[in-house]
């Protein structure tokens, strides 16, 4: 069945970087685009990026446009996100989640999630 397992979450300082990763089984990895969602405190999923299946096209919420870079090694079976200037408002449990096609942000599975806090 599908797997995706998050790691690289932790606690930052505002300013700070992190990268997560997200591995992936139970599926051709290379054939669906994937996403990355949040939930932060108190709120509910969050949509924060997407990547088609060869990495060639990525898209971005607003909120995290220009600090925040997702990639997938299909070789792997992986997808990252980086994220760097990293801002109290990204505290939030991040999720990979696998899309429904090739290129969308509708997903239908989603892994247990890595925290990340920013605090000083």
């Known amino acids: 069945q599908v797997q995706l397992v998050e790691s690289g979450g932790g606690l930052v300082q505002p300013g700070g970087s992190l990268r997560l990763s997200c591995a992936a089984s139970?599926?051709?990895?290379?054939?669906?685009?994937m996403n990355w969602v949040r939930r932060a405190p108190g709120k509910g999923l969050e949509w924060v990026s997407a990547?088609?299946?060869?990495?060639?096209?990525?898209t971005y919420a607003d909120s995290v446009k220009g600090r925040f870079t997702i990639s997938r090694d299909n070789a792997k079976n992986t997808l990252y996100l980086q994220m760097i200037d990293l801002k109290p408002e990204d505290t939030a449990v991040y999720y990979c989640?696998?899309?429904?096609?090739?290129?969308?942000?509708?997903?239908?599975?989603w892994g247990q999630g890595t925290q990340v806090t920013v605090s000083s």
């Open positions: 990547i088609n299946t060869g990495g060639g096209s990525t």
């Open positions: 139970g599926f051709t990895f290379s054939s669906f685009a």
């Open positions: 989640a696998k899309g429904v096609t090739t290129w969308t942000k509708e997903y239908d599975y």
